[in-house]
């Protein structure tokens, strides 16, 4: 998510002037400019390759990244090519005419060294540091330099609570003048696993406020966005979104247009690629959110299992505690669960096939993955009794009866229609056309099944993109197969990502088999 360009009081007309043109990548929430290497004002001026520019025009400013490129077709000797981000950002139209000169260095840039020294930052310092990431004053390799640093010597529990309160208060801070507020999140890591599709319009029949602003998928083969994006418009206009939370007490969108803590989004394209999702930093990210959205009460959940993020009881009890502790601090009301995470839950991986699973359970339709119903129904059980009205203990009995009396299908229905309806039939979900069972190579029972390699399957198949492709799971742990019984089906929209897919599973299938005493424990805390 992008912030909003700062205001420019004038533009000063010594400044070298150039003609915006409009370059069509996707550099991913990094501001790029490109600069022809025979400009004058690149030659003049002593721009630097990869160094930051601030351009301004019609008083507006942003800062990118300078790219050099020798192609005219790109751009001219007398042009300065935006990105798609960076153009978006300036909101001027091609050929305006604007000035770019040399940024000034980031003021926090001293705090950072000493945290790449090891040193303990003050809260000042990451007020500091997440600021002029928010301005995108941060190149990629400071940003890599204090994930890294961050990292490495792993923030004590003060830093975390500086860093998430520094985070949460650059950007929009919704203020919903109601409580309780109530949200859930997953820390990720399990496949399908779309309960909040759920919780939310069971928690929002009961009366009280749900605004769901999630996120869409970066290494998984589907996010809450993208699945709710086969059923709705996730992108409405933000006031729109606040008339339809108004009426509706929820709603199932996007975050990433609301500029809620807009350095987490900075921060999480740098952390991704490099597979660093450290506790700290795990906790900025999703309480920074919470804070923001103008959350009150948020139900946390923590699954564990072999293939998850948290592969222990120890482990999770670890960040159970620092999420608490940050939460206390900020004020945040919160109910961790350590859940189930030893396999997907639900049967579709992938955006239609995780829709399908959401509305067979809304409508009661017998063939609903029964530990999907299970899960949501405990998780929105325990958001209930957020409310004061509802005595602890009571919430599940509530959430059920919402549910199997069609309440919650109703409010999801109204939520679907008041975001923008798309047609959808979970007896006949638009799946992709091409397809290939992965069978059972031996008699024996389901004793593990690994998360990362399904996902992985179902991503080399084209979800999250491709809408209707994925991986619909057969077997579950504990199931008994036979030789030559498939254990699930792959769904591909080309042959290429269908042959992808196959060479994956061929290496590994995901499925271990073995005997029924094999089966590992279940980690759970419902």
């Not at 020798?70 to 604007?98: K, T």
């Not at 500091?128 to 640093?149: G, M, N, P, Q």
Request: one cysteine or more.
């Amino acid at each position: 998510m992008s912030q909003a360009p700062a205001p420019e009081s004038t533009d000063d007309d010594t400044t070298p002037r150039l003609r915006v043109r409009r370059v069509a990548i996707d550099t991913y929430r990094e501001n790029v400019a490109y600069l022809h290497r025979d400009c004058e004002v690149y030659r003049a001026e002593g721009f630097q390759v990869l160094s930051k520019v601030e351009i301004r025009a019609n008083g507006r400013r942003i800062l990118a990244s300078l790219n050099v490129v020798d192609d005219p077709c790109i751009v001219g000797c007398n042009e300065l090519g935006l990105s798609e981000d960076a153009f978006a950002q300036l909101g001027v139209e091609a050929g305006h005419p604007i000035f770019i000169s040399q940024a000034e260095p980031p003021s926090s840039i001293p705090a950072l060294h000493r945290k790449i020294a090891g040193e303990r930052l003050q809260r000042e310092d990451f007020r500091a540091i997440v600021r002029d990431i928010a301005e995108h004053r941060y190149s990629k390799i400071e940003l890599t330099a204090f994930v890294v640093a961050c990292n490495q010597g792993e923030l004590d529990r003060e830093e975390v609570y500086y860093l998430t309160d520094a985070m949460a208060a650059v950007g929009r801070r919704l203020d919903w003048r109601e409580h309780p507020v109530v949200d859930k999140h997953c820390i990720g890591g399990i496949p399908g696993n779309r309960t909040s599709m759920l919780v939310v319009p069971i928690v929002a029949a009961h009366g009280m406020l749900c605004p769901k602003t999630s996120s869409r998928a970066i290494t998984s083969p589907a996010g809450t966005a993208d699945t709710m994006e086969v059923l709705a418009n996730v992108e409405p206009p933000f006031d729109r979104l606040w008339e339809i939370v108004r009426e509706h007490r929820a709603c199932l969108a996007w975050g990433g247009s609301s500029d809620l803590s807009p350095a987490d989004d900075v921060l999480i394209a740098v952390e991704r690629p490099l597979s660093i999702d450290s506790p700290g930093q795990m906790v900025a990210s999703i309480l920074s959110k919470k804070i923001a959205a103008g959350s009150t009460h948020l139900l946390l959940d923590i699954p564990v299992g072999p293939t998850a993020k948290v592969r222990s009881m120890p482990e999770a009890q670890r960040l159970r505690k620092l999420f608490e502790f940050v939460a206390s601090r900020l004020g945040l009301t919160l109910d961790v669960v350590i859940t189930d995470g030893r396999q997907p839950i639900g049967s579709g991986i992938g955006p239609v096939l995780e829709a399908r699973d959401v509305m067979r359970v809304l409508m009661g339709d017998p063939r609903a993955p029964a530990d999907l119903r299970q899960k949501a129904l405990r998780l929105a059980g325990r958001m209930l009794e957020f409310d004061p009205d509802v005595r602890g203990g009571d919430g599940f009995a509530i959430a059920r009866d919402i549910l199997d009396s069609g309440r919650a299908l109703a409010k999801m229905r109204a939520i679907i229609e008041a975001q923008g309806s798309k047609p959808f039939d979970p007896d006949a979900p638009a799946l992709a056309p091409l397809s290939f069972d992965v069978m059972a190579p031996r008699d024996g029972v389901v004793t593990g099944v690994d998360n990362l390699q399904l996902a992985r399957i179902a991503r080399l198949a084209g979800a999250p993109k491709v809408q209707g492709s994925g991986v619909d799971l057969l077997h579950k742990l504990g199931d008994a197969v036979k030789q030559g019984e498939p254990l699930y089906r792959v769904y591909a929209a080309y042959p290429s990502d269908l042959e992808f897919a196959r060479q994956a599973s061929v290496r590994a299938t995901g499925f271990d088999l073995g005997q029924a005493t094999d089966v590992p424990k279940v980690f759970v805390e419902f």
